[in-house]
């Protein structure tokens, strides 16, 4: 059984999308130790709370400093057993000290086709804005792992969606996300607890 803890910063669709697929057994042999945001009012905690998982809100805020704050999120995700780390809409850069904590065990999902509009300043719905402003005519998401980079670990799976004339980036957002971003994240989590693609 792989034990995962999701990270996440807001409405949590990503994290339903897991929810629903273990509930379903489309997703198998994988539990959801824990539940991390960094903001309280993160409307994917209620969402693991629903569903009866363990959940908590870790802010950097109530740390003195970075170095507490990571240690903090080690001990919490060690504490879990959770063998894979995973980015759900988790909006806090990681610090190089987390990151090798977890080595190649952490991964990310974002929202266009890598190495398109990622990187610094590059999340939500900027992403998806940029996209637009540039004229794409196709865009997607990426599942990747997590290095010391933005979006710079290497790509796990990808899948492509069209832009359509008259998209908004509201509208493209809403399309990546139903027709990629949830189908992929549990795919590759299957992936990996089958042992399709290796963890470090
Ligand atoms: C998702 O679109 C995710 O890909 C994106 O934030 C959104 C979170 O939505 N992540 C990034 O942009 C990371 N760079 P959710 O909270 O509803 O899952």
């Known amino acids: ?15 339903q999308a897991i929810i629903d697929a273990i509930e379903k057994k489309e997703l198998t042999n994988t539990q959801i130790a824990l539940v991390i ?8 905690l209620t969402r693991a709370a629903e569903h009866g998982i363990k959940s908590c809100c870790i802010s950097p805020k109530d740390y003195a400093d970075r170095a507490d704050y990571d240690q903090a999120m080690i001990d919490a ?4 057993g959770a063998e894979l780390v995973v980015l759900a809409g988790f909006l806090v850069v990681l610090s190089a000290r987390f990151v090798d904590a977890f080595s190649h065990r952490i991964i990310n999902i974002h929202p266009s086709l890598i190495p398109s509009f990622c ?8 992403v998806h ?9 196709i865009t997607g998401a990426t ?7 933005t979006d710079t670990g290497p790509i796990i799976m990808q899948k492509a ?3 359509q004339d008259g998209d908004t980036p509201e509208i493209l ?7 990629a971003e949830w189908k992929l994240l549990p795919a590759v989590i299957q992936a990996i607890a089958d042992g399709r693609v290796p963890i470090g």
């Open 119 to 126: 990187g610094d300043g590059f999340y939500g719905l900027r």
């Open 1 to 15: 059984m792989l034990k995962i803890a999701v990270l996440v910063s807001g409405g949590g669709t990503n994290l």
């Open 77 to 80: 995700i060690r504490g879990s």
């Open 143 to 149: 599942v990747h792992f997590v290095d010391s980079g």
């Open 37 to 44: 945001s960094n903001k309280k009012d993160a409307y994917a």
């Open 161 to 163: 969606v069209e832009v």
């Open 173 to 179: 957002q809403r399309r990546v996300m139903e027709q």
């Open 129 to 137: 804005e940029a996209a637009l402003k540039r004229g794409v005519k």
